[in-house]
């Protein structure tokens, strides 16, 4: 009798472990996710978007973003420290994009061009600093390829944008999961942050 107990607990092991990978549904109740830099992180669909919290770790740093498809930021909140410094406060920057953002396809690419808004809250004797402008944008979806991550195999498109207006240029690197249906950012110019795990929560 013991023996066909313990077949059908092994029969049952993989089914287990299946279970534990995300899918389509998952981001509607939220995924948790680590990165390089020790900081976790969860993501979760609000307001016809995904909203990204990349710090939920105890302390002061603030990186909130509200997203489309996890790649394009409409609004994002940030306060770059552990520790609260005197007169220091978020940052609140808004994005808004000249056309529909698409969904990343493979060996697709988009332009765009960006109305900027940011405000800074600090200690100047208006109590805040803030500006306006554009900035150009091209995102590039790269090949897709298989990642494992957290024990489970998913299909990623890596997903570029260059970012320009006439004072300077930045680039950023995000893993879009196509069949979850969202993405992460993974670089920030030449600073890596690559994901760790990823898992329902």
Same mark, same amino acid.
């Given at each position: 009798?013991?023996?066909?107990?313990?077949?059908?607990?092994?029969?049952?092991?993989?089914?287990?472990?299946?279970?534990?990978?995300l !899918?389509?549904?998952?981001?509607?109740?939220?995924?948790?996710? /680590?990165?390089?830099d020790?900081?976790?992180?969860?993501?979760?669909?609000?307001?016809?978007?995904?909203f990204?919290?990349?710090?939920?770790? *105890?302390?002061? #740093?603030?990186?909130?973003?509200? +997203?489309? #498809?996890?790649?394009?930021?409409? @609004?994002? @909140?940030?306060?770059?420290?552990?520790?609260?410094?005197?007169?220091?406060?978020?940052?609140?920057? @808004?994005?808004?994009?000249?056309? /529909? *953002? *698409?969904?990343?396809?493979?060996?697709?690419?988009?332009?765009?061009?960006?109305?900027?808004?940011?405000?800074?809250?600090?200690?100047? &004797?208006? %109590?805040?600093?803030?500006? /306006?402008?554009?900035?150009?944008?091209?995102?590039?979806?790269?090949?897709?390829? +298989?990642?494992?991550i957290?024990?489970?195999?998913?299909?990623?498109? *890596?997903?570029?944008? +260059?970012f320009?207006?006439?004072?300077?240029?930045?680039?950023?690197?995000?893993?879009?999961?196509?069949?979850?249906?969202?993405?992460? &950012? @993974?670089?920030?110019?030449?600073?890596? !942050?690559?994901?760790?795990?990823? +898992?329902? %929560?």
């Open positions: 009798m013991l023996k066909p107990l313990l077949l059908a607990g092994l029969a049952l092991t993989p089914l287990a472990a299946a279970a534990e990978c !899918n389509a549904d998952s981001i509607r109740k939220g995924v948790v996710f /680590k990165r390089d020790g900081r976790s992180g969860r993501a979760v669909a609000r307001d016809g978007g995904i990204i919290d990349y710090s939920t770790n *105890p302390g002061t #740093f603030t990186d909130e973003r509200q +997203t489309l #498809f996890g790649i394009y930021e409409l @609004t994002t @909140t940030e306060y770059a420290s552990d520790e609260q410094l005197i007169g220091d406060g978020d940052t609140v920057q @808004t994005w808004k994009f000249r056309g /529909k *953002p *698409p969904v990343p396809e493979a060996g697709g690419a988009w332009r765009s061009r960006i109305s900027a808004y940011t405000i800074s809250y600090n200690s100047s &004797e208006v %109590g805040y600093q803030d500006w /306006k402008g554009r900035l150009e944008v091209a995102f590039a979806f790269l090949p897709a390829k +298989t990642v494992r957290s024990g489970c195999q998913y299909t990623v498109i *890596p997903v570029e944008a +260059t320009t207006n006439d004072d300077h240029g930045f680039t950023r690197r995000w893993l879009y999961f196509r069949d979850l249906g969202f993405g992460l &950012e @993974t670089r920030r110019n030449d600073d890596g !942050n690559a994901l760790k795990s990823l +898992t329902a %929560g």
